[in-house]
């Protein structure tokens, strides 16, 4: 049994996991996972998985979940639509990413209801065959997660020693803003204590954004600075 929250009137914010794009999810073979209904753009993320049979599953989610179920809340396929919309809506309410519906052993296929009703609110529902666990896609997602987060960890570290690499060139400044600017595919500027612009490198920008740039160094300028007479 799970236990009993304090419901709120608004989802939690989604802790900073790393996303896992739905669609990495679909893609393992082992699972067969099958989607069914919403939306399948690769903006479709999920930062975990959470099991609940609790026909308002509100209190129990933060944000950010793919929610599996067997559907044990479910009276039979053939409840009142009105059922899944307020289930579908509840889920969508708390920030819920993904409706993971498990087939067997209550119930042989996902109802056409809840179809329509992740449709309709447009919330992803995966189809997850009998022979596929609960546990195996949670730990899943916990794969696809950890290998984010090391991608992110060695592109950052990769970064960071190109930044050091082009410091320690004769011309550190030129080098850190060149390549700083193509980590960044955009454009890098050093403003001076004064506001000035002391060197750039990248793509210039247009007029709007360099002023909004300029304005900005002011700004940040070190208290005490004497700004350009």
Do not use: K
Not at 35 to 56: C, F, K, L, N, Y
Not at 86 to 94: G, L, N, P, S, T
Not at 96 to 119: I, K, M, R, S, W
């Amino acid at each position: 049994m799970e236990e009993t929250h304090t419901m709120v009137n608004s989802p939690a914010p989604v802790p900073p996991t790393p996303p896992v794009p739905l669609s990495a999810l679909l893609a393992r073979a082992d699972l067969a996972l099958r989607q069914i209904a919403g939306p399948r753009g690769a903006d479709v993320v999920i930062h975990w998985a959470h099991t609940s049979e609790m026909a308002d599953p509100y209190p129990y989610l933060l944000g950010g979940e793919l929610l599996l179920t067997a559907g044990v809340q479910i009276p039979d396929a053939s409840a009142p639509d009105a059922f899944f919309d307020a289930y579908v809506a509840r889920i969508v309410a708390a920030g819920g990413a993904a409706l993971g519906f498990g087939l067997a052993p209550v119930h042989e296929t996902v109802p056409d209801a809840l179809v329509a009703a992740c449709d309709t609110h447009g919330l992803p529902l995966l189809e997850v065959p009998p022979r596929t666990t609960f546990s195996g896609v949670a730990r899943a997602v916990w794969q696809l997660m950890a290998q984010a987060g090391l991608a992110e960890l060695r592109r950052v570290t990769e970064a960071q020693r190109s930044l050091a690499a082009a410091a320690a060139r004769p011309d550190p400044v030129p080098a850190v803003l060149r390549r700083l600017a193509q980590r960044l595919g955009g454009y890098a500027v050093l403003h001076g204590p004064d506001g000035t612009r002391i060197a750039a490198a990248g793509r210039e920008p247009e007029p709007g954004v360099r002023e909004s740039l300029a304005a900005l160094a002011r700004v940040v300028r070190p208290a005490g600075s004497a700004g350009p007479s």
